[in-house]
């Protein structure tokens, strides 16, 4: 008989609130967190906004934050994300054995003293042409070892372990805007397959910075509804022009049942399914008839061994892309056939903006606070239907309505697709 995993513990940086709770207020009362961005000077930029998490301190969740100094918004956002989920849980290498309690994140990577960097290719121009031996040899004197050892995105579930003394698997997957959740999908099996007991899950990342913000203008992807920051992410709406840049992490504590049922564990829900596909296409672009997406929550369902007709609640993907959510909807079409017409549907990426790899734990909690809670979060900015998005997306409102089962998608450059289903726990 297959291991049961359960969700514990829950935990949340985001651009709409830094605890579960905030962020799920927020989105009841469909507040955005998109403004004009301030970690940088975005004045020239294509796109001048983004959902940044803002008041952040470290040491509001840990008692030594110096330890971290060197360390990304990744990094920091992953531990107090981690450090909440551990506390809701109850965890501790108290409760399990250190050697059967693991990390798997799906995390990016952390970002460079971009003033520094180009100061030092400043100083390293003579006479229009660049002297690589100048550039070399101020890196060598200025560039911090700390701060590129910090950068790598196997950093945070390093730094978690040594915080929770978690000596059991421990790993890191990239894959784009699926990282988090498919870094719960794979948890989940190493739970199933015995080889631990808890793992903590999730993702932490931001690309708010000028590498992050000009390679997505370069590709077209971002929005650039300068005017109005807060109405830029519209899901679904006939008149989207690209995703919104978020920020933050979000963590699961995920558990073998009994193990969980042992130490009267809080559980939030069970994870019935996973599924995990790649398009197979276009780096950028999802497959036009949604092969890879569709395949996907097929396999979601399979693995949960339930019918489309089970699905009562979908948190998309739902970029705000032309593409995106084009496909997304037919896919949701194919995969559920006439059921999809009858599930709403909502992008909560309309108000948090898209943490890229953070992005699908986020979408994942939010699944098991509907569940929980029995409210349906709003898309908001949902103004104008499209033809090719005709399915029921919880426009600008939320909404009561009951749910038991959730499919959370998440859908990323690359091709990766990912679809995770939540349930209420059931004895």
């Known amino acids: 008989m297959r291991r049961r995993v359960v969700v514990t513990g829950m935990g949340v940086v985001t651009p709409i609130g830094k605890t579960v709770d905030a962020m799920w207020k927020a989105l009841q009362e469909g507040k955005s967190g998109i403004d004009y961005i301030t970690h940088f000077d975005a004045s020239h930029f294509p796109t001048k906004f983004a959902a940044e998490v803002k008041g952040y301190d470290l040491a509001d969740y840990i008692p030594n934050p110096d330890r971290f100094e060197f360390a990304g918004r990744n990094i920091r956002y992953a531990i107090g994300a ?33 003033n520094l960097f180009m100061t030092l290719i400043a100083e390293a121009q003579r006479n229009g042409e660049f002297d690589m031996e100048t550039f070399t040899r101020r890196g060598l004197e200025e560039l911090n070892p700390k701060v590129e050892i910090e950068q790598e995105p196997n950093m945070p579930a390093g730094h978690l372990a040594s915080l929770f003394n978690a000596q059991g698997p421990n790993l890191n997957c990239l894959t784009a805007c699926a990282a988090s959740s498919q870094a719960i999908g794979e948890a989940t099996e190493i739970i199933r397959q015995g080889e631990a007991d808890v793992m903590l899950s999730g993702g932490a990342h931001s690309m708010i910075h000028p590498f992050g913000v000009t390679g997505f203008n370069l590709l077209t992807a971002l929005s650039t509804h300068n005017e109005a920051p807060r109405k830029a992410s519209r899901p679904f709406d006939r008149d989207r022009d690209g995703f919104v840049l978020g920020e933050g992490a979000g963590i699961l504590v995920l558990e073998e049942l009994e193990h969980a049922l042992k130490r009267n564990a809080p559980i939030y829900g069970e994870i019935l399914g996973y599924g995990s596909t790649a398009d197979a296409y276009r780096i950028t672009d999802i497959h036009p008839d949604g092969r890879g997406a569709t395949a996907c929550i097929k396999m979601a369902l399979n693995d949960a061994q339930i019918n489309a007709t089970d699905i009562d609640y979908i948190n998309a993907h739902g970029t705000s892309t032309a593409v995106n959510d084009k496909v997304e909807t037919l896919s949701i079409k194919q995969a559920l056939g006439d059921h999809a017409y009858k599930t709403p549907v909502s992008s909560t990426k309309s108000m948090m903006g898209h943490l890229i790899a953070a992005a699908g734990c986020a979408e994942a909690i939010v699944c098991l606070k509907t569940i929980k809670d029995g409210i349906l979060p709003p898309t908001i900015n949902y103004e104008t239907p499209d033809p090719d998005c005709d399915l029921d997306y919880i426009p600008n409102e939320a909404r009561q309505g009951k749910v038991t089962r959730a499919l959370s998608n998440s859908f990323g450059f690359g091709g990766q697709n990912v679809s995770l289903i939540f349930s209420a726990y059931k004895g």
């Not at 050697?99 to 460079?112: H, N, T």
């Open 82 to 114: 981690a450090v909440q989920a551990v506390k809701d849980s109850g965890v501790s290498d108290q409760s399990v054995d250190p050697r059967r309690f693991g990390i798997y994140l799906g995390a990016g990577e952390g970002q460079q003293d971009f």
